[in-house]
């Protein structure tokens, strides 16, 4: 019977060819032997002087160039004088070596035994050049190889590249680092015993593979160090030091031995000759003979195998656990491919069934939010769509001036075509309807591409939510995504004619009673309020600067220097200083002015303010109204005629300004006019305002140029100057917009993301499931629509023959554990 360690290095071997073609070692890492070395180290000599036989390619350069499993099997003797008991026999000994029965197998052609070991390096040779070429290039696709022999004990070992420094010949530039990342690729898994090969006659600090083994194993743990060249060493010297573990300490120690020269080799000079003359090295030589059973092939050998035997019995089962994760591993691979039990015709209507129904789950959950498969990248699915209504959508109509694209013109115009040939005595409310209604409309761009920024969402849902087992039809799946799309594009139409319409009823009935609506009473009060801020800052900024000027004036006094004419302040009292022109303002009378203009600026103001010159209060029985009060009476045109007030009125014939006047002020711009026309809101002071002459009524009649210099014609530039009326006018108007259109917007911000989800979204999900079904649950369709993609088909084809092999594997490795 053959040993426990012998069954356990089987069980490797039937692990390694099993997995040889399929999964390879790289995944499973069975234990082996990797032997390393420099060029020219002596490293096939080794292997050969194990197995006994000489076999592996040589010359010059790169020979070895695809990784060589090598796997010695040791057979029972066939010879009649074998003795009785089951040991195997001392191996390579020239007595045992002749007549004996030994064989190779390659594992690229099974069944084929060569008997001539010449025809296994040609073998080799061919078969290396096969895949990697010829141009002295490596490949890591392994070479496997057999050899059955009596004289051998069983080990497995890994034949590797020798390393080198310098490309040579038609070897490639990077030459070095392939075969470093080859050799490191093998030498780095836990389960590999490390074979480092060095020559005795260099220094062992320069030793490429003890450098190597170093870099994976720090330790030492997994390292075998074996010494070449012995032989050749300079007189007076020997390696007994690097023997013994003192120069370099490995917990598996070094091994001496002496392989055969170059002029051996080209003498035929036998292995039998060769293994005997390296046991009288050691057996004679002055340094090593006393450790000469330490020495020599046959001691490698010995401690080789016993150290693989024992290294499998240590990992065989982690190897074990190992293949039961894999297995698990590609069971739940295949399963994404389908599930076996609804394979063949008489399945198809379930299988179809089952697919679409996890297609419409998967499509729900994705915008729900349930899905397992939600990525954490980017935001997907129903959180891409409350990002585009609140944020996309939201700051799209947060950025929406309603007064943006309503000039001073335009709003003057409207007002003044809602009065038609009538005089208005109030604020048209005809003009405020048709200004706020085009800026009503501006909200439906918006709310279009939110409709349409949904929809593509839901389409990149639809594209995203097929599984791995759908993936193995694509053209089921082609129709699923179909179906979905065109369920969706149905969809489309009435959300956005909803959204529309949500729009046009917005548009329709303009609903000036809402509780958040500002009002004209509120909106004026705003307007006075600004005014009255902006004066009091523009007087502060005056006092300011006369007191700066004061302060130059007395420095130049200090100075003895003259202060400019015009620098000098001057002061202006009373009635005079209003009569001062303002910044920007010509300081010529007016063409149209009557004398009555400069009879007393301060009758305009006292108007303003709710009182005349020399008479009681015009809009009350106080001296001095409120400001609220005043312009509310001033603009919606109250009658003046209240009690205490009627017998002081001045005849219509008296020179009374009529804010609504033709000829008002068309040279002489009021300062708070004149900023509205800028654009700017700042209030004039009402003492700067001129008073209108009623003579001015009795001016020439508009000619066709003034015409078209008028607000109604071509030249807007030459336009005349608002008038203190028209500016407020404009500017409540402005607010009024502005106010109504913040209501509006906040109900399109929360109507269009609601009608969105009604008739897009929630719809979608409700109906998808239906829709599969009526769509492509069909029986003449079933063959069509279960196609199976000839790569998935590869692919789960080779995940069963892989789950396949794990469990034959597992299977091996039981029958020993």
């Not at 012998?6 to 999964?23: G, H, M, P, R, S």
């Not at 080799?124 to 096969?130: L, V």
């Not at 500016?727 to 502005?738: D, F, H, K, P, V």
Request: hydrophobic residues 35%; proline residues 6%; charged residues 25%.
């Amino acid at each position: 019977m053959a040993s426990l360690g012998e069954e356990l290095l089987a069980t490797v071997n039937k692990l390694q060819d099993l997995v040889f073609n399929t999964i390879g070692n790289d995944s499973l890492d069975l234990p082996q032997i990797v032997v390393v070395g420099s060029q020219s180290s002596g490293k096939s000599s080794v292997l050969e002087n194990i197995v006994g036989r000489d076999f592996l390619p040589r010359g010059s350069g790169i020979v070895t160039r695809r990784p060589l499993i090598l796997q010695l099997i040791n057979i029972p003797s066939e010879r009649d004088d074998k003795p009785g008991s089951d040991e195997v026999h001392v191996p390579h000994t020239p007595a045992s070596v002749a007549g004996q029965d030994e064989w190779a197998e390659f594992h690229h052609i099974p069944g084929r035994r060569f008997h001539d070991f010449g025809e296994v390096k040609r073998e080799i040779e061919s078969e290396t050049a096969r895949i990697a070429g010829n141009n002295k290039g490596i490949n890591r696709q392994p070479i496997n190889l057999k050899i059955y022999s009596p004289h051998v004990l069983s080990l497995t070992l890994v034949d590797l590249p020798g390393l080198t420094k310098v490309p040579i010949g038609d070897q490639p530039s990077d030459i070095e680092k392939q075969t470093r990342n080859l050799i490191t690729e093998y030498i780095a898994k836990p389960n590999s015993i490390i074979l480092a090969v060095s020559p005795a006659n260099v220094d062992i600090v320069n030793s490429e593979a003890l450098k190597l083994a170093r870099h994976v194993d720090p330790m030492g743990r997994r390292t075998i160090g074996v010494l070449t060249k012995l032989d050749l060493m300079d007189h007076g010297t020997n390696a007994l030091d690097i023997l013994s573990g003192r120069v370099y300490p490995l917990k598996l120690g070094f091994i001496g031995v002496v392989n055969r020269s170059q002029q051996d080799i080209q003498g035929n000079k036998s292995l039998a000759d060769a293994l005997q003359a390296e046991r009288d090295f050691f057996r004679h030589h002055p340094a090593y003979r006393n450790m000469a059973h330490r020495c020599g092939t046959q001691f490698l050998a010995k401690t080789l195998n016993t150290t693989l035997m024992t290294h499998i019995r240590e990992r065989l089962p982690d190897i074990k656990a190992r293949l039961n994760t894999l297995m698990g591993q590609t069971q739940q691979e295949l399963a994404s491919y389908g599930d076996a039990a609804f394979t063949g015709p008489e399945h198809r209507g379930s299988l179809v069934l089952q697919l679409m129904t996890r297609f419409a789950s998967s499509f729900i959950s994705s915008i729900d939010g349930t899905s397992s498969e939600i990525s954490t990248k980017e935001l997907c699915g129903g959180a891409r769509i409350y990002y585009i209504f609140n944020s996309v959508f939201g700051n799209s109509l947060e950025t929406i001036d309603p007064t943006q694209n309503l000039s001073v013109l335009d709003i003057r115009t409207a007002i003044r075509n809602s009065t038609g040939p009538r005089p208005s005595l109030f604020v048209p409310e005809l003009a405020f309807d048709l200004l706020v209604r085009p800026q009503i409309k501006l909200l439906e761009i918006p709310s279009q591409r939110c409709v349409e920024l949904v929809y593509e969402e839901l389409i990149k849902v639809c594209h995203t939510c097929g599984s791995t087992e759908l993936s193995r039809y694509p053209r089921l799946q082609g129709k699923l995504i179909e179906v979905v799309s065109d369920l969706l594009r149905e969809r489309l139409g009435p959300a956005s004619t909803y959204v529309e319409s949500l729009i046009a009823i917005q548009r329709a009935y303009i609903n000036t009673n809402h509780p958040n609506f500002l009002g004209a009473a509120a909106a004026m009060h705003s307007v006075i309020n600004d005014k009255q801020e902006k004066e009091k800052k523009a007087a502060i900024a005056e006092e300011r600067r006369k007191r700066e000027r004061r302060r130059l004036r007395e420095l130049n006094g200090v100075n003895g220097t003259e202060t400019p004419p015009d620098e000098e302040e001057t002061e202006v009292p009373g009635e005079k200083a209003a009569q001062l022109p303002l910044r920007g303002q010509s300081s010529k009378p007016s063409r149209s002015m009557s004398p009555a203009v400069g009879r007393s600026h301060h009758n305009i103001a006292s108007v303003l303010n709710g009182s005349r010159a020399g008479s009681p209060p015009r809009f009350g029985g106080q001296g001095t109204g409120s400001a609220r009060d005043s312009f509310l009476n001033y603009f919606f045109g109250k009658d003046s005629s209240l009690p205490g007030s009627s017998a002081t009125a001045p005849p219509p014939s008296s020179h009374v300004e009529r804010p609504g006047s033709r000829h008002v002020s068309q040279n002489v711009e009021p300062s708070f006019a004149g900023s509205i026309r800028r654009g700017d809101t700042r209030m004039p002071d009402r003492n700067s305002i001129p008073e209108v002459a009623h003579e001015e009524m009795d001016g020439p009649p508009l000619s066709a140029r003034d015409y078209d210099a008028s607000p109604f014609g071509i030249d807007n530039d030459q336009a005349p100057a608002m008038t203190e009326r028209e500016a407020l006018e404009t500017e409540l108007i402005r607010r009024l917009i502005s106010s109504y259109f913040n209501i509006v917007r906040e109900t399109i911000a929360d109507q269009v993301p609601k009608a969105i989800m009604h008739l897009l979204v929630n719809h979608s999900k409700d109906v998808v499931q239906n829709r599969l079904v009526s769509e492509l649950y069909k029986e003449d369709l079933f063959q069509e629509l279960l196609y199976e993609d000839d790569t998935i088909k590869a692919e789960r084809e080779k995940c069963e023959k892989l789950l396949t092999t794990y469990k034959e594997a597992a299977k091996i490795v039981g029958e020993v554990l």
